[in-house]
T-cell receptor, first 109, second 116 residues
């Protein structure tokens, strides 16, 4: 079953703008991970945030986690055309990763 | 470092036929996963191996799907007989040790299956 649910389903922005995607989930987790998928490179791990962390940064990525609301957000700053892809959150409550349906991001020049 | 390899990249078959997918994980990775990704959805775990043992196959449709990892390295996933609803991308992933909750999974490019 897919626990995470991303919002919005699709997002279109211009280069240089920021993109924010949200993820909600239902049960308690050990950690939450964000992945990117494009046709050229498949699924790529972006960042992992543990359940006892509230915010994490990696380059132009900023992830927040609110376990009381069972939600996470992914912020991509100063977006580039190369950021065009689908973004998935995946929750981990044991060994298995449970992926959401993803947010499709389009960054236009 | 070589990534996760999968073959074939594309496969078209008719319903009721059989098909097999192959995966070679990153060298040294003990844990191997097979996921099914239907168009418009996120990946769904089918089976997880640690070395050559099955850790989780609770979502594998065992009446038609089978998977093996005999020597703890390469793995094959088979569908027999295929149904129309099996049309999807089949992703293989691997991780370094026990597949614990803190580990990153590395994904292959996937095999795109179309069942007619």
């Amino acid at each position: 079953s897919q626990q995470g649910e991303e919002d919005p389903q699709a997002l279109s922005i211009q280069e240089g703008e920021n993109a924010t995607m949200n993820c909600s989930y239902k049960t308690s987790i050990n950690n939450l991970q964000w992945y990117r998928q494009n046709s050229g490179r498949g699924l790529v791990h972006l960042i992992l945030i543990r359940s006892n962390e509230r915010e994490k940064h990696s380059g132009r990525l900023r992830v927040t986690l609110d376990t009381s609301k069972k939600s996470s957000s992914l912020l991509i700053t100063a977006s580039r055309a190369a950021d065009t892809a689908s973004y998935f959150c995946a929750t981990n409550s044991g060994y298995a990763l449970n992926f959401g349906k993803g947010t499709s991001l389009l960054v236009t020049p | 470092e070589a990534g996760v390899a999968q073959s074939p990249r594309y496969k078209i078959i008719e319903k009721r036929q059989s098909v097999a997918f192959w995966c070679n994980p990153i060298s040294g990775h003990a844990t191997l996963y097979w996921y099914q990704q239907i168009l418009g959805q996120g990946p769904k775990l089918l089976i997880q191996f640690q070395n050559n043992g099955v850790v989780d196959d609770s979502q594998l449709p065992k009446d038609r799907f089978s998977a093996e990892r005999l020597k703890g390295v390469d793995s094959t996933l088979k569908i027999q007989p295929a149904k129309l609803e099996d049309s999807a991308v089949y992703l293989c992933a691997s991780s370094f040790t026990s597949g614990g909750s803190q580990e990153t999974q590395y994904f292959g490019p996937g095999t795109r299956l179309l069942v007619l």
